[in-house]
């Protein structure tokens, strides 16, 4: 890694992304806190470009490269969110972009990834290696390879999430005692983290994984780096990265306080309540963090909790399925 | 009526509901706006305690109650958006209240209401008449009646969100040409034109209402409140009052600049687009004012249109039936 990202790189990405990005609302509920008993500030980042908080990683990472990069193109590797965000990047910039994806990546994912105008080269996720696919396109054609999390100007961009989270909360005259994050790679939680913890040196991150893929949870634990035993099987899309990250597990073991795991139907239960009461349309791994906190795998009494809604790109029959269990 | 609302008891008002009521956000969508080439400012009133703008006109009407009138109650009748935001507005004041609801109102409404903590009773909208229930028990009980939009401090109240809405447009650089709001008995219509022209007297305010309940673009065209001629058969439950209120047509008939009359299958799109791109869950008479501007009912090329999202209380069954539509 060519830096280490810190508070001052997120403060300065605001200034770079924010007539792109947008500053996505800081959401307060009265039923949820009195349900709670606490203030909940949820960060509605299914609310972002592309309809995730990938777009500002992406972008960020894009706004930096030289005339002659942009020229040579980018490629990304990613199950939906984080190519989305690369491809709509890449069109604002004017940038080529080849996403490979995973062939059992949701369709709305793959469908907007085309729309932007990315080629889209799709791989089978059990038996094919996406980083060596992505790696032999981008020697092939000069390209810079974007990584979903592992790249220290993605994680500022990811941390400009945070940083806005904070700003918001204060101006709402509210200061979190601890912020909730989902959590793949790392990136999110490792930008939030040097973010938050930038303003507030007092308030704890936790990660937010699904049951079955909660490396992050384990391998802060453990104090290594931990592989999940599977590669599929969760309903959260989005948070199936094999282990923590290279770049982003070094800085996770000193910013993050835990990791706590939700199951599929405690994240089915919060995707059913942010549509009947909050009105937001999350995804699965977008509502993972919500799924910890409702369903009481943190202290929330008397607390106030940050929690980002990381986003909203489900398919509408997984979604109609998911509401016809209320 | 007691006095004719104007810009002032809307700036008054704002100030007096503030800790209670959301300032809900003007979002605004990269996507949405290179599509209709124009600057699209969607105030997302779905996200608004209980799930509509009916909050706002609600809470202040009761919260101007003097004590000696809180101990005896409150009476409304609604399909529903009204009905929950009487029912919380009471709860949080410590009214009683009673709603009078038609029995086929969408159940996620009726239990909302009870859950609030109100009685509810229930009519048959085709044989029974709501207004004659709700005055029979306001007389039993000494309560007062609160109506859905016949009422000058309900109007006030409604008008806060056009005020919000023109006030945040600004901060976000923007001027709207036009705003676009649905339109059932006229209260939101006759609030939010008479707050956003006290800021802007070249705004111009129209009203969206569904297919064969265009009462009040009809009235405005003749000059005289004309009638619906069905009570039932629209997908927007919220949208269905029979004619232009006495109180509010007086004001729109001078205020608003036309109306639009929307099909099912163009709210239907509408709530399909809101929760593909803008990960907002919006009811059919919530996606209204927005379905006129998709369909392209009205000029956005090159204009700033402000828009209100009015609510989003929607039973999962016919939201889980509208997505099967993608």
């Known amino acids: 890694m060519s830096f280490v990202p810190s508070f001052s790189d997120i403060e300065s990405a605001v200034d770079i992304i924010k007539d792109v990005v947008i500053e996505t609302p800081l959401v307060e509920s009265a039923e949820l806190n009195a349900r709670m008993g606490g203030r909940i500030l949820l960060k509605a980042e299914n609310l972002q470009r592309t309809g995730s908080f990938k777009f500002r990683g992406a972008y960020y990472r894009l706004a930096l490269m030289t005339a002659a990069e942009r020229a040579a193109g980018v490629v990304a590797c990613s199950s939906g969110n984080h190519a989305q965000g690369v491809a709509a990047a890449a069109a604002i910039l004017g940038i080529p972009a080849v996403i490979v994806m995973p062939a059992d990546a949701p369709r709305i994912k793959i469908d907007n990834t085309r729309a932007y105008g990315a080629e889209v080269v799709t791989f089978d996720r059990l038996t094919e290696n996406r980083e060596e696919i992505a790696g032999r396109i981008a020697a092939e054609r000069g390209s810079l390879f974007v990584p979903p999390y592992d790249d220290p100007h993605v994680i500022v961009g990811q941390g400009t999430a945070g ?42 991150i936790y990660v937010a994984e699904p049951q079955g893929f909660d490396d992050t949870g384990r391998s ?107």
């Open 163 to 204: 940083l806005e989270l904070m700003r918001q909360a204060a101006a709402q005259n509210a200061s979190p005692d601890s912020i909730l994050v989902c959590c793949s790679g790392g990136g999110l939680a490792a930008g939030t983290a040097l973010a938050a913890q930038g303003i507030d040196p007092d308030v704890s």
């Open 220 to 326: 802060l634990r453990a104090g290594e780096r931990l592989r999940n035993p599977a590669l599929g099987g969760s309903i959260c899309d989005a948070l199936m990265a094999p282990m923590p990250g290279a770049v982003t597990f070094p800085i996770n073991r000193h910013v993050i306080a835990g990791g706590v795991a939700v199951s599929d139907d405690e994240v089915r239960t919060a995707m059913r309540y942010a549509f009947g009461t909050l009105k937001l349309v999350l995804e699965p791994g977008g509502a993972a963090a919500f799924a910890a906190v409702l369903a009481g795998r943190v202290e929330t009494r008397d607390r106030t909790i940050g929690v980002v809604l990381s986003g909203g790109n489900v398919d509408p029959g997984l979604y109609a399925a998911i509401l016809a269990g209320m």
